[in-house]
């Protein structure tokens, strides 16, 4: 029974390694995005004056002027010293544009390409495996899944069968030939990365299958369903190109004046409410406020899904919005994130230990026959 545990193990393992691999790289490179790019790019910085932000309506006129035919999604703003961002987004156009500018003077300081970016090449990666979403994001998926399974065998391989070897379980033997040390670096890394590996395959297929984030949901919640995201009506419909966005953020300032971002979005069309968004904590995103506004009378809607205010917010909503921050670890803060990235790369080490171990057994038997010829 072990054996075939080990022949099960050993070939999910090398059908999903070279997958494991990329995901969990680039999961460790981008999990310190932010930081890198704040160091990076100075145009997201301005010098602190002693004045307000300009309104929304303002910075989007100047940034249509150097990213003309785009769409605008939203306009962010963030504590002081940093720029605001007037987001593009078209799916369907696919552009994914931030223009920073600053928010005292309006003047543009820089334009970031996220779809065309390295992090963003490396979030493609993440997902897609650089393929097209429908087909690379169930490969990704479909091997997190097989991956889960590939774990939990080799912690059952891993668990010693009798107490006089069980310390040695613990431990890589450094002063040995290289394949008992690769053998050790394979098991020993396995076992205290299995923690890290189920809580990052079990977040990562939150977004990987409808039925799993469903399944997850339905168990936190005692038995609900998900409410899909949807944006409410306004009773009091306008005219898109008069959208209240000015009054929106005034009236977000005033509700969240410690917030270190507000964001508002620009309506779809002259029916739904503008969606505002306040986060008391920029490192994280589950603490976010979203709020509702209608474009004329500026009454908040309320809605029933996650994505509402955090403290009408039920368990199982609260545990969808940590869902992304417990991934990458930034709900540990800065040591968090450092954990979870130094994580990724030893879980991405597994597959090339594992493939060590089966070249070496081969290389062994191979050579052993070759003697006996």
């Known amino acids: ?18 997958i494991v691999f990329i995901v969990a790289l680039t999961g460790a490179i981008y999990a310190f995005q932010e930081e890198i790019q704040n160091s990076t790019q100075a145009y997201r910085f301005t010098r602190i004056q002693d004045k307000k932000f300009l309104p929304p309506s303002v910075l989007i006129h100047a940034a249509n002027k150097v990213n003309r035919n785009k769409k605008v999604h939203a306009v962010m703003y963030h504590e002081k010293g940093k720029a605001a961002k007037v987001i593009y987004y078209s799916y369907e156009q696919d552009y994914y544009d931030f223009v920073y500018v600053n928010p005292y003077t309006a003047k543009v300081l820089g334009i970031h390409d996220v779809t065309h970016s390295f992090f963003g090449w490396i979030l493609d990666g993440h997902f897609n495996l650089w393929l097209p979403q429908p087909v690379g994001s169930v490969i990704v998926a ?131 409410c503008v969606a ?56 540990f803060g800065f040591p968090g994130k450092l954990i979870m990235c130094l994580f990724s790369l030893l879980i991405a080490s597994l597959p090339i230990t594992g493939f060590l171990i089966w070249y070496g057994r081969k290389y062994k038997v191979g050579k052993m026959e070759r003697l006996k010829d």
Do not use: C
């Open 1 to 18: 029974m072990r054996n075939k545990l080990r022949k099960l193990h050993l070939w999910l393992g090398m059908i999903t390694g070279p």
């Open 142 to 272: 479909t091997s997190t899944l097989i991956f889960m399974l590939v774990i939990i065998l080799g912690l059952i391989l891993w668990w010693p069968r009798n107490k006089h070897n069980r310390s040695q379980k613990f431990k890589v033997k450094w002063k040995s030939k290289w394949r008992r040390k690769n053998y050790d670096l394979h098991s020993v890394v396995g076992f205290y990365a299995i923690i890290f590996a189920l809580l990052f395959a079990t977040t990562g297929l939150v977004w990987g299958f409808e039925w799993f984030k469903n399944a997850v949901y339905f168990t936190a919640s005692g038995g609900q369903k998900i409410v899909p995201y949807s944006e409410p009506i306004s009773k009091v419909s306008g005219d898109p190109n008069d959208a209240p966005i000015d009054r929106v953020w005034t009236e977000m300032n005033k509700r969240y004046p410690n917030a270190e971002w507000i964001e508002v979005h620009i309506p779809h069309d002259s029916i739904h």
């Open 276 to 331: 505002a968004n306040a986060n008391p904590d920029a490192t994280t995103y589950w603490k976010t406020d979203y709020l509702y506004f209608d474009q004329k009378t500026l009454e908040t809607r309320p809605v029933k899904h996650q994505y509402g205010k955090l403290s009408e917010s039920k368990f199982a909503d609260t545990l969808m919005r940590l869902n992304y921050d417990v991934h990458v670890g930034s709900v």
